[in-house]
């Protein structure tokens, strides 16, 4: 007889890429929760809002929801912020049409 899973503790922990919103608002100066990007591990394609957002470390980590690779790592320190996306195939940031 097969033993039942154990339960993930950590899945309590686990946010959605909202959690991350403010300080990408910061660094950014827009809401970038809505911007797509395709992660660089398995190629599936979400906005940053969609990604799991680990917040309980010294700084955020999102990762993809399908294959769980990290995206985007951020960092904060007193001098400094730090972005790692090199999970990010890209980020696709729509342009604005000129409103002439």
């Known amino acids: 007889m097969d033993e039942p899973e154990a339960?993930?503790?950590?899945?309590?922990?686990?946010?959605?890429?909202?959690a991350a919103a403010g300080t990408l608002a910061a660094l950014f100066g827009v809401d970038v929760t809505v911007v797509p990007g395709k992660c660089d591990h398995c190629g599936h394609v979400h906005v940053l809002a969609e990604l799991d957002a680990w917040?309980?470390?010294?700084?955020?980590?999102?990762?993809?929801?399908?294959?769980?690779?990290?995206?985007?790592?951020?960092?904060?320190?007193?001098?400094?912020?730090?972005?790692?996306?090199?999970?990010?195939?890209?980020?696709?940031?729509e342009r604005r049409a000129d409103r002439g």
């Open 7 to 18: 339960a993930d503790p950590t899945v309590d922990l686990m946010l959605d890429g909202n």
């Open 55 to 93: 917040t309980r470390s010294p700084g955020n980590v999102l990762r993809c929801p399908d294959c769980h690779g990290v995206v985007i790592r951020i960092v904060q320190t007193a001098e400094a912020t730090y972005l790692d996306a090199r999970g990010a195939a890209y980020l696709r940031f």
